[in-house]
Structures are given as C-alpha cells and as structure tokens.
C-alpha cells in the first residue's frame, strides 16, 4: 500500500470509532486501522506462509475484507485486533491449503499418467494440469521460457511426484520459496499459453493502491 499523508489522531481513534468509520465509507478511518495493524498481521502471515508475496497477499485479502464488510465485526466476541488477527490467521491456513491441494494434485496427475502411459510427457502433465487445449511443441516452448530455477521445481513436482516438502529438502530450499517458484512458473506458464493466469476483480478504497 502507497504510503499517504497520515491524518492527526484524535477523538474517534479508537478500533471500535474506526470499524465504524469504516462502514460509513471513510477512508482515513481504513488508513488508520491499516496504520496500526498492518505490521502484526503481516508478521502472522510471514511465520504461518514464510513467504513475503504470499504474506503480503495474505494481508492486503485481509484488510480489504475489513473495507468491504465491517459489519462483520462484533464487539462481543473479541476486539478489534482479534477479529483482524483471525481474519488474516484463517486467510493463511485457506492458502495453505490451496497450495497442499495443487501439490497434490499434480502429484496424482503425474501418477495417474505414469502408470497408463509409462514415462510421463511434459507437454502433456502440465497440458492436464492447468486445462488448456494447446499442443504440445507450444508447452515445451513455455517451459524452457522459464527461469533454470522456476523449471527445476516444476520438473520435480510433475515428472518426479514429490511433495513441495520434499523438493525443499532435497535441493535445499526454504518450504515458501519452493511455493513461490511453483505459484511463479504456472503463472508463467499459463500466461505464455493463452493468459491462464485469473485474477478476480477487487474493489479498493478509493485512491488506495497495494
């Protein structure tokens, strides 16, 4: 997030006047907020993701949650820094995840194809995995436009079945660069063949850029 003229605190600046502010639509009150919390969620989603982009996602999805619907905060069962707290915890075990099904599942792509087909195709596992109906010599020139580093995780993952886990062990590598790699190289991948890559529209706090 930009960084923009802070307003003076003052009356009103307390988390509940905040949330508040929030549900009237006030963007100080937002900046405020992301002011005093920003740096505790962001140090949450770095321990549970070990990532920086990761975190940083895992944070701003948070926080724009908090603008889009306030009124999902209730005072009763905890305060203000709790909920957002909670918020960020949950978006980063959703994450998680996510990223524990992909890994899976190409590991189920990649033995499925290997044993009704003997040695598996890169063209063809990666073709299975992000859905595209492209041919295969195009596959192949999008996997060797990759980065050595971005290709070598995918290799590992697809045409030898292991876990992210294990390609973090074997070569060795932090677990969330491992994560970012893959996340990076199907990114790539799907761009190269057609913009594969979804992004869903998002609305932000008016003059608010991340």
């Given amino acids: 997030m930009t960084a923009l003229e802070q307003p003076e605190a003052g009356e009103g600046d307390h988390d509940d006047d905040l949330i508040k502010g929030i549900a009237r639509g006030d963007r100080n009150a937002f900046l405020r907020l992301f002011d005093r919390y920003s740096p505790t969620a962001m140090g949450l989603a770095w321990r549970m993701l070990r990532n920086r982009h990761l975190a940083e996602d895992t944070v701003q999805d948070a926080f724009l949650a908090v603008w889009r619907d306030p009124d999902n905060y209730r005072a009763e069962r905890g305060t203000v820094r709790t909920w957002l707290m909670s918020t960020v915890h949950h978006r980063a075990v959703d994450l998680v995840r996510y990223e524990e099904s992909q890994s899976r599942r190409a590991m189920d792509a990649a033995s499925v194809d290997s044993t009704a087909r003997g040695p598996a195709d890169p063209a063809e596992v990666v073709l299975e995995e992000i ?61 190269s063949l057609g913009g594969l890559e979804r992004s869903g529209d998002r609305e932000h706090p008016r003059g608010v850029t991340t």
């Fill in 131 to 191: 859905g595209l109906a492209e041919d295969r010599k195009a596959v192949r020139r999008a996997l060797a436009d990759l980065s050595p580093e971005q290709r070598q995780i995918i290799e590992l993952m697809y045409f030898e079945g292991l876990s992210q886990t294990r390609i973090a062990e074997r070569l060795p590598l932090p677990l969330g660069t491992v994560k970012s790699r893959a996340r990076l190289a199907m990114r790539r991948l799907g761009a």
